[in-house]
Nanobody, 124 residues
Framework: QVQLVESGGGLVQPGGSLRLSCATS????????IGWFRRAPGKEREGPLC????????YYADSVKGRFTISRDNAKNTVYLQMNSLKPEDTAVYYC?????????????????WGQGTQVTVSS
């Protein structure tokens, strides 16, 4: 049974940092791409914000480039999202999702498995 479980969300002040984790199980992370998405209150889902491909390559959307870093530890079956210089507009529920392939798609509908999300609130 494939599962993705996000953790690490919380309340942080503007300019602060958080590291989200996406713990995976039920499949071999080495062979699949993982993407991070988010949904802000009252808005459509956004993403992928970033993608970690199985070959180690990454992708970042312009909205997070230079502030967010995606990484993976295949031995721990976990993908991380380091978020720095957070802004109030980064407030959202953050989701990780597994693509069916080793190279992640730019389209959310092609991601087969999703976590339940973790809330990130950026506020003073």
């Amino acid at each position: 049974q494939v599962q993705l479980v996000e953790s690490g969300g919380g309340l942080v002040q503007p300019g602060g940092s958080l590291r989200l984790s996406c713990a995976t199980s039920g499949f071999t992370l080495d062979y699949y791409a993982i993407g991070w998405f988010r949904r802000a209150p009252g808005k459509e889902r956004e993403g992928p914000l970033c993608i970690s491909n199985s070959d180690g390559s990454t992708y970042y959307a312009d909205s997070v480039k230079g502030r967010f870093t995606i990484s993976r530890d295949n031995a721990k079956n976990t993908v991380y999202l380091q978020m720095n210089s957070l802004k109030p507009e980064d407030t959202a529920v953050y989701y990780c999702a597994a693509d069916r392939w080793s190279s992640g798609s730019y389209y959310a509908f092609e991601y087969a498995y999703w976590g339940q999300g973790t809330q990130v609130t950026v506020s003073s």
